[in-house]
């Protein structure tokens, strides 16, 4: 079975241009551009050979020397890509370039991260204890050794934990604030208004000001999905 760039050099040979081709194959304009460089290149024959005694040009795998905007790619993507996954390449080639979508993507997972825990690390009441088998022994030597842990423990593991993410995201917060001020005039739109969409995601995280009553409206906001939308 062919894999994807296959199929794609194919269409690419027939004229489809690789924005078409990114829409078909669902990937990014990027990984095209990757798979031009990892294979179709190839598949196209090797750059004609320096002849002995000429000066070294930086050429690319058609032949031509390359555009800045191309080293750059070759900067983010070239230099260990054949060694790498075809996904992780892909992972590569989605990823933001500006500095404030990278640590706003990093901001996100971080919330995510902590809304999360609030399901995974519950502690219902003081009665909620968990009792875990951790260890079995057979043989000459027969036993078992279990672990407890008591609500106050657990309750003070979470707490522990929380406080440390909050103080990352606060951090992270912070620092996208102030990249954002230092490069004003070069921000978009999109990138000045999450300040206020990161203050108010995590005055609900922490409960300033309100209650805390449903954890999935929070969810909702932060994944950029409503409830009506995770019910249908």
């Known amino acids: 079975m062919k894999e ?41 024959g090797a750059p004609p050979k320096r002849k002995k005694g000429a000066p070294l040009k930086n ?8 555009k800045k ?10 230099f260990f890509a054949k060694w790498l996954p075809e996904e992780v390449n892909q992972i590569i080639g989605e990823m933001p370039e500006d500095p404030l979508d990278i640590l706003w993507a990093n ?17 219902i ?16 030597v027969i036993g078992e050794r279990w672990e407890v842990q008591q609500a106050w423990d657990k ?19 912070k620092q996208y604030d102030e990249l954002l001020h230092k490069n004003w005039e070069l921000a978009t739109e999109e990138q000045k ?4 969409q990161l203050k108010a995601q995590t005055g609900k995280i922490t409960g300033e000001g309100q209650e ?7 969810e909702g906001e932060i994944y950029g999905t409503s409830q009506t939308e995770e019910k249908a």
Do not use: C
Not at 155 to 173: D, G, H, V, Y
């Open 125 to 140: 009441d003081e009665n909620d204890k968990t009792v875990e088998k951790v260890e079995q022994k057979e043989g000459n």
């Open 193 to 196: 208004a999450r300040i206020n």
């Open 4 to 44: 994807n760039w296959e199929l794609a050099y194919e269409d690419y040979k027939s004229g489809m241009k690789r924005k078409d081709i990114a829409q078909k194959y669902n990937v990014s304009i990027n990984t095209v551009k990757s798979w031009k460089q990892r294979h179709w290149n190839k598949k196209e």
């Open 59 to 66: 050429k690319n795998a058609s032949g031509r020397t390359p």
């Open 155 to 173: 309750q003070a593991n979470f707490m522990s934990a929380q406080s440390r993410a909050m103080k990352t995201l606060e951090s992270m917060i």
């Open 212 to 218: 805390i009553e449903d954890m999935s409206e929070i």
């Open 107 to 123: 901001i996100q997972m971080q919330m995510a991260a902590i809304v999360r825990a609030q399901n995974i690390m519950y502690v």
């Open 69 to 78: 905007d191309e080293n750059q790619n070759a900067r983010k993507h070239g």
